[in-house]
């Protein structure tokens, strides 16, 4: 399978981010790094682009997140908003997006087979959604949950004030 650079997933988001002068921060999981990266690798990210972090198991959420309302669930779109809005708060962002699912082969423990993610973006709007790829396909999971959660961001900031 081929994959588009890793600009190419962020850009729509990264031109919006910059003629309106906001920023954005994340926290991901099941992409693993790679919403972060795609947004790094645009030119002049730093621009737009504050920081995040990859909270790949419940100890890495404990170290980069506040403590999570208790019943929440991972890999659910209140989750996913809660790792957004805290990120965008702990870095002080316009900005805050939050990944979470299962990318492969197999589901996670919560019971989500592979290929299930929720992203959500927060900041003057907010809007989580859940996504269903149907496939064990580890890394080309990982590309859709980044470019939906881009996509995502694209969308919102583009119609936020400036």
Not at 112 to 124: D, K
Request: one cysteine or more.
């Amino acid at each position: 399978m081929s994959y588009p650079g890793l600009a190419a997933l962020s850009i729509a988001a990264a031109k919006v981010l910059i003629v309106k002068g906001q920023n954005v921060a994340v926290a991901e999981s099941s992409c693993g790094g790679l919403i972060s990266a795609a947004l790094v690798a645009v030119p002049g990210a730093s621009a737009f682009y504050i920081g995040g972090g990859v909270i790949y198991t419940a100890q890495g959420g404990k170290v980069l997140l506040p403590p999570r309302p208790q019943g929440m669930q991972s890999a659910t779109q209140d989750f996913a908003l809660f790792e957004a809005r805290s990120i965008r708060e702990r870095m002080g962002t316009t900005w805050g997006i939050g990944e979470t699912g299962a990318s492969g082969p197999s589901g996670n423990p919560y019971g989500n087979p592979p290929g299930h993610a929720c992203v959500a973006v927060s900041g003057p709007m907010e809007r989580a959604l859940t996504l269903s790829t149907g496939s064990a396909d580890r890394e080309a999971n990982m590309w859709a949950f980044a470019k939906a959660a881009l996509d995502l961001l694209a969308a919102l900031a583009a119609q936020s004030p400036k």
